[in-house]
């Protein structure tokens, strides 16, 4: 875990309401695997850093996340201009295991779910492996513009771009399932592959298990901090009537 002052060093729209920042932190560049996240720090009056997966780590040491502005703090990251800083602590949490003997893996992602996706297909390729990756939005207009994979499919509810219908549903069998999106997403998910491994969407104050702020209910009872055991967890393992199915961020 590294604790630098990242200056941003790029900004891009990738879809109606989304965004990729990039900013320079070449130690966590180079230590970060996919589903781990960083705790970007505001300073400006901003009490609680914000988390954020890593979308792209790259070998010039550079990584990048994904946000749309929902609250004031969201909203003061894509205010910033290249060369304004940001305090970053990472790489944090739990990611994707993609070790072991699974030839074929399919990625789904659900709005916002793309945040560890580029990061998910890089690390499975150089794990030898064949990447699929299913990307789903309401519309065409919410769709990430931004995929990598052996094969993309899209998705959109209400039939605009791609397969009409939910990005569960138009993802294929493989030998290994990687998730990320809305906790109701991720119930799906788990219903029909309980042994997929899924990157939740959690409330998180500290990010390094202090604060108990990210508790994740669990089947066999009790509950995980998410900053630590997870943020990936194994479907079946969570306890999805207990999670709210969708986050309010209006303080993100």
Same mark, same amino acid.
């Given at each position: ?8 060093v790029?900004k891009?729209?990738?879809?109606r ?10 130690a ?7 589903g ?7 300073g400006?009056?901003?009490m ?18 994904? #946000? ?6 969201t /909203?003061?990251? &894509? *205010?910033?201009r290249? %060369?304004d =800083? ?6 944090l949490?739990?990611?994707?295991d993609?070790g ?11 709005g ?6 580029p990061l ?11 990447v699929?990756?299913?990307?789903g939005a309401r519309?065409?207009?919410e #769709?990430?513009?931004e995929?990598?994979g052996? /094969?993309?499919? &899209? *998705?959109?509810?209400? %039939?605009s =771009?791609?397969?009409a ?11 290994l ?5 809305p906790?109701?997403m991720?119930?799906?998910v788990a ?10 969407e ?7 298990g202090?604060?108990l ?7 066999r009872?009790?509950?995980d ?11 079946a ?12 961020y209006?303080?993100?």
């Amino acid at each position: 875990m590294r604790l630098l002052d990242a200056p941003l060093v790029g900004k891009r729209r990738v879809s109606r309401d989304i965004w990729v920042l990039g900013f320079e932190a070449p130690a966590i560049a180079e230590e970060v695997r996919a589903g781990q996240f960083v705790n970007l720090g505001l300073g400006r009056g901003f009490m609680l850093r914000r988390p954020f997966s890593v979308y792209r780590a790259t070998a010039d040491g550079r990584i990048e996340v994904v #946000l749309k502005a929902v609250g004031e703090g969201t /909203a003061a990251l &894509l *205010a910033m201009r290249e %060369g304004d =800083s940001v305090s970053c602590l990472g790489p944090l949490g739990r990611g994707f295991d993609l070790g072991g003997d699974a030839t074929t893996v399919t990625l789904i992602s659900g709005g916002l779910g793309v945040a560890p996706m580029p990061l998910a297909a890089r690390d499975a390729r150089d794990a030898g492996k064949q990447v699929t990756w299913v990307h789903g939005a309401r519309t065409a207009d919410e #769709l990430c513009e931004e995929a990598d994979g052996d /094969a993309v499919v &899209l *998705a959109t509810d209400d %039939g605009s =771009s791609g397969f009409a219908g939910s990005a569960v549903a138009a993802a294929p069998e493989s030998d290994l399932v990687l998730a990320c999106g809305p906790n109701r997403m991720l119930a799906a998910v788990a219903a029909r592959w309980p042994d997929a491994q899924v990157a939740l969407e959690t409330y998180m104050g500290c990010g390094t298990g202090v604060c108990l702020g990210c508790a994740v209910p669990l089947v066999r009872g009790g509950y995980d901090r998410a900053c630590t055991e997870g943020p990936v967890y194994r479907a079946a393992d969570v306890d999805w009537s207990a999670l709210p199915s969708h986050l309010h961020y209006a303080i993100a």
